[in-house]
């Protein structure tokens, strides 16, 4: 069965201090990966998605994330978070073509410092 | 375009009550997905569903079931309601076809006193 690993459970940094929230998925073939976060009380949002292609990938709110195939990991970054991106984030991963469901990882908790 | 929305909000329910949550699906989307999410964890793959069938299931026990309407709207039904069973409940909408994204609603956070 797919697994997603996030090593991180916090992750502390002070605004406008750079930040990487680390992914690791079990190895399998086909996989398609996403960052979702998730503000107090609300529901998931997108950040960005690797399906094919080139393995940098760019998101929305300055986010951006790489694709290691070798390493299976997609480890998601910014070069200067705000006190704004303080959420949870959630790494996951979607077998197959057609239908399939997510698998999260247990998530990060990003909290910026002012 | 319509966003996932989903009702209700929150709910509180005693131990061994049913409960009925609803999900009406982003325009244009015909697949529904329903995850649980205690406090702390990420999100549990409970089931999808896709022409109004069951195309999936997590490791849940029978008393979590679903339907899904016509409209692609959906309901999770959870029956004999336990302690563990508080948690956020979210669903999300995508496309049955391609490897996108799900697009999640806001949840509904239940209680289980």
């Known amino acids: 069965a797919q697994s997603v690993t996030q090593l991180d459970s916090q992750v502390p940094v002070f605004e406008e201090a750079p930040v990487e929230l680390r992914c690791n998925y079990s190895?399998?073939?086909?996989?398609?990966l996403f960052w979702y976060v998730q503000y107090p009380n609300q529901g998931l949002q997108l950040l960005l998605k690797y399906l094919s292609g080139s393995t940098l990938v760019k998101g929305i709110n300055g986010f951006e994330a790489e694709f290691n195939k070798s390493q299976t990991s997609f480890h998601l970054r910014k070069p200067s978070v705000h006190i704004s991106d303080t959420a949870e984030y959630f790494c996951a991963v979607r077998r197959g073509e057609n239908g399939q469901n997510f698998v999260f990882g247990p998530g990060t908790r990003l909290s910026v410092l002012p | 375009e319509t966003g996932v929305t989903q009702s209700p909000t929150h709910l509180i329910k005693t131990r061994g009550q049913q409960v009925t949550l609803r999900c009406s699906s982003q325009?244009?989307?015909?697949?529904v997905s329903w995850y649980q999410q205690a406090l702390g964890q990420g999100p549990q793959f409970i089931f999808q569903y896709y022409r109004e069938e069951e195309n999936g299931r997590g490791n849940f026990p029978p008393r979590f079931s679903g339907l899904q309407f016509p409209n692609y709207s959906s309901e999770l039904n959870v029956n004999a309601l336990e302690l563990d069973d508080s948690a956020l409940y979210l669903c999300a909408s995508s496309t049955y076809i391609g490897p996108g994204e799900q697009y999640f609603g806001p949840g509904t956070r239940l209680t289980v006193t």
């Open positions: 190895s399998s073939v086909s996989v398609y």
């Open positions: 325009s244009g989307h015909n697949t």
